[in-house]
Structure formats: C-alpha cells, structure tokens
Nanobody
Framework: QVQLVESGGGLVQPGGSLRLSCVAS??????????VGWYRQAPGKQRELVAA???????NYADSVKGRFTISGDNAKNTVYLQMNSLKPEDTALYYC?????????WGQGTQVTVAS
C-alpha cells in the first residue's frame, strides 16, 4: 500500500509559478516498473493527465503544458514534483498525484491550483 499526499497548490497570478509535491508513504522508486502521474480536474471537466514519469525516467506531458511544466522525482525524499511555470487561468484545477503499477493504483487527495489576477 502506498499513500500519497500532495501539497504546494494555491492562488497565483497569470504568468506565475508553483511547485507541487507528491510525497509517498514509502519508497516507490524501488519498484522495477511504475508510473507516477500528475492529473488535474477542473469543475465540469474530466480528469486529465498533465505529466507522467516512469521508472526509467522517461516523461510525457499534455500538449497544453509542454514547455511550461516539468515533472521530476527525488528518490531520497520519496517525492515527485511538478514545477509549473507561466501559469494560465486555464490551468486552474484540482491537481492529483497517481502512482500506478501493473495491478495497483493509488491516488492522493489533491491540491487546488487557482490562477487568477
């Protein structure tokens, strides 16, 4: 079992930056195959994948955030980060962290990001 806790959300002006953190209750980087993803869900919209990182270190991003968001991991801190730059009002959403293996998936409770002037 893995519990995930997100933090780092808040209110930021357009063009600003935030760094989200997803802390796992145990080391997740020891697993041979896994994906950690950051998802977001805005009111009235479906949850969408924003960025993901795999055990091999490969990453992928939604087209809407490419060049602005960066996902990274810190093994020593059991943490996956989402650095968000050049934020736009359309980035406003509840952001969730997900840890996924072949037959297991865990979600955090989410952290709210609001981009407004």
């Amino acid at each position: 079992q893995v519990q995930l806790v997100e933090s780092g959300g808040g209110l930021v002006q357009p063009g600003g930056s935030l760094r989200l953190s997803c802390v796992a209750s145990r080391s997740i980087f020891i697993f041979s195959i896994y994906t950690v993803g950051w998802y977001r869900q805005a009111p009235g919209k479906q949850r969408e994948l924003v960025a993901a990182i795999t055990n091999s270190g490969s990453t992928n991003y939604a087209d809407s955030v490419k060049g602005r968001f960066t996902i990274s991991g810190d093994n020593a801190k059991n943490t996956v980060y989402l650095q968000m730059n050049s934020l736009k009002p359309e980035d406003t959403a509840l952001y969730y962290c997900n840890f996924k293996r072949v037959s297991y998936s865990a979600w955090g409770q989410g952290t709210q990001v609001t981009v407004a002037s």
